[in-house]
């Protein structure tokens, strides 16, 4: 009964700003480990940012720099922070998340998907 669900997508200029959410609903007793992936048409998705359990950060070599993911397990939450989009960054972005139901199941799960778009 776990859900990722996304919000945070739109529409931007070259240059902007723009925040996505990733707020897991259900029975959730922690997340874990957690990144953010991209797909843009006719291409593979491809991860862009993660963040392990005890909280490293690693991120694709395009977008270093000018993203940043972070979670709040008070709120269940996982965000991707975005400043200096470009064009290149428009794309349909996917949360994906470790989750613990309870101390000792832990299951993988994706959200629906936002779409991004940067214009020129």
């Known amino acids: 009964q776990v859900q990722l669900v996304e919000s945070g997508g739109g529409l931007v200029q070259a240059g902007g700003s723009l925040t996505l959410s990733c707020a897991a609903s259900?029975?959730?007793?922690?997340?874990?480990?957690a990144g953010w992936y991209r797909q843009a048409p006719g291409k593979q998705r491809e991860l862009v940012a993660a963040?392990?359990?005890?909280?490293?950060?690693n991120y694709v070599d395009s977008v270093k720099g000018r993203f940043t993911i972070s979670r709040d397990n008070a709120k269940n939450t996982v965000y991707l922070q975005m400043v200096s989009l470009k064009p290149e960054d428009t794309a349909v972005y996917y949360c994906?998340?470790?989750?613990?139901?309870?101390?000792?199941?832990?299951?993988?799960?994706w959200g629906q998907g936002t779409q991004v778009t940067v214009s020129s």
């Open positions: 963040i392990s359990t005890g909280g490293s950060r």
């Open positions: 259900g029975s959730v007793f922690s997340i874990n480990a």
């Open positions: 994906n998340a470790d989750i613990r139901r309870t101390p000792g199941l832990m299951a993988n799960y």
